[in-house]
Structures are given as structure tokens and as C-alpha cells.
């Protein structure tokens, strides 16, 4: 019996130790295997998001990495530009991404898509570097001497933080100028250029159906700022205010026009005034180029000034003992449309994409390159 107990003990212990090898080998084992793929693959640390990628979108968000590295890198520069403060009468010199800030956050609503805040913030920039390389001796002079101005009617609109806050209260500003923010910054440095040099990115807040020619408004061709196809169209219901009407009766269009310096000789057709108007016609882009008042011709961009009206993409008819006119879209209709804009980037197209259909050609770069 004695024999019999010193045996199962013996065989008790044997059986544990057989166990407790087994159990601790599979254990290194699963230690080795782990530190071999740790070894063999060495992964950085991916985000919370994207750890549920396959391999193949690993490598591909390492290559993104490398690029957001190169970018920063490419762009450390900090550019600097001098801005006359048109209300004070004050040049100050600021951070060019900063002041991109105020520019965006007064030039778009803030409730636009993240891409197409980034669009604009891509235009406002190149708009910027283009002034500063190829501004004249008069516009710097206009500008006492700075790069570029606060006036919306000459260069740019801007408002400084502290600025919106105070008019609208920080806790309603700060998290839509955080918004602004991350559209500048995360597009830091960019512009677009055509043919190696920056282009004059101007844009506009609605198209009609197509985007206006810049030959038609000012004059000369652009080959960047051509008409394009512009979503707007398709989508009326989501733009607010896409058209809008202008009603004058017969002595108010008349003196509206006599007022601006409009000598028509009205006294022919006094009695008839749906005989004023005649020969409307349309430029390239679908805009009123022209049309006859009493004996005299005028331009659709003049009656846009003279009449307030938001485009010049209108009809005008006598109805009702009126003049109405209908108008479409808003703004010059040149470059990229901004309620286009948003449009595209509600569908998913990102602000790369959006720059490129509205501007024709054109290329992104680095605004350090030129300055
Ligand atoms: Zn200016």
C-alpha cells in the first residue's frame, strides 16, 4: 500500500509535468509566431479606423503616408504677405494661411462640404500668389504698396476671427472657423497653375447651366476660364435663390436707365413701352451679350450694374405693364462655381476633382515655388 501511494503521487506529478511542458511550449510557440510577423511585416501603427484594412490597403495607406510626409516637408515654408486693411487704411503683414482663414470663412458657408472648402481655399490661394507675382506698379499703389486688399470689390473679402466672433459670439464661430481651418491647412501651400505659372483662380457663388467664359466679361481669353457644364442645373431645388425675378414698371425702367447716363430716345413707342425692348441677344455661354433699348444698344453686363440684377444670365419681357427680369444664377459666372462646387463634393468628388472641372487644364503645385 505504501508502495501503492509513493506511485500515484510519482505519476500525479509526472502527469503535471507533461501538462505544464505542452501547455508552456504552445505558448512560445504562439510567442515566436507573433514576434515573426511583427518582424516580417513591421506595420506602423495604424489608425483606430483603419485596422480592420486588408493587407493590399495597408501598403496603399502606407503610400498615402509617404505622400503626406513629402507634402509636409515640401511646404514647411511659411509665406508671408502684406494686406491693406481698406477700413483703417493699414498695411500689416500676416501668415498667408491664416489670412486664407478669413478669406474662405467670408467668401463660402461654412456649412459647405470639407472638399469644396478645400477647393475654395486652393482657388483663394492661387488667387493670392497670382496678385503677388503679377500685380502693377498702380494696383500696389492702390494698395500702398501690400500684396493684396480686404475690398471683396477689388481683391478679396476678409474677416479676422475676432472679428466674426464678436459679431456672431465664439461659441457659434469657433467650431466652423476649426472647419475653415482644417479645409486651409489641409490643402497648405497648394495653388493651381497653367503652364507652370499661377493661374488667376477667380469663381463665383452660382451658375447657370454652364460657367461663364472669361472673354465674354472682361475681354480677353483665358484658356483656363472657359465655359464648363455646371450641376447647379440639375439640381435647382438644392440651391436657394437659383432664380430670381426683378419687376419695374415702365417709368422706373426708364429712369433707372436715364439715372445711370442711358440717353435712349423713348418717345417713339412712349405710348407702347413692350416696344423699348428688342433684339436680345445670347454670348457662347447661354448670357444676354446684348440688347436693344429704345434706339440705343446695351451690354447684359451693364444692365446687370444698372438694374442690381444677380447675373447676366436673364431674360427680359413686357408683361403686365412690367418689366421682369428673370434671372439665373449669381454672380460673373467665371471659373469655379461654388454651389457647383458643393454639389460635386456632396457626390463624392473630392477637391482635386472640383478644381480640375472648373478650371480647364490647369495643374496643382506649390505656392513656395514662385514667391
Ligand atoms: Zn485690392
Redesign the pocket.
Known sequence: MKYLCVLFVFLCAFTVFVMFTVIAEGDIDGILNNSENINIFEIPALPEAAEAFKFSEIFEYIEHEKHIEYNEEAIEKQIFISV?D?KTNEVSVVCLEEYLCGVVFSEMPSSFEIEALKAQAVAARSYCVY?IIFSNEN?RE??RGAD??N?FR??KDYISYEEAAGKHGEDYISPLWEKIRCAVYETKGEIITYQSDPAIAVFHAISGKETESAENIWGNFVPYLVSVPSEEKNRQSEVRNYITESMFSPNEFRETLVLHGFNADFSKNNSDASLWISNISLNSSGRVDTVDIGSQTITGKRLREIFSLRSTDFTLEYKNQAFIFTVTGYGHGVGMSQYGANLMALDGKDYIEILLWYYTGVKIDYAWKFL
Open positions: 491693406l481698406v496678385k494696383a492702390e494698395h493684396i486688399c475690398d477689388h481683391c
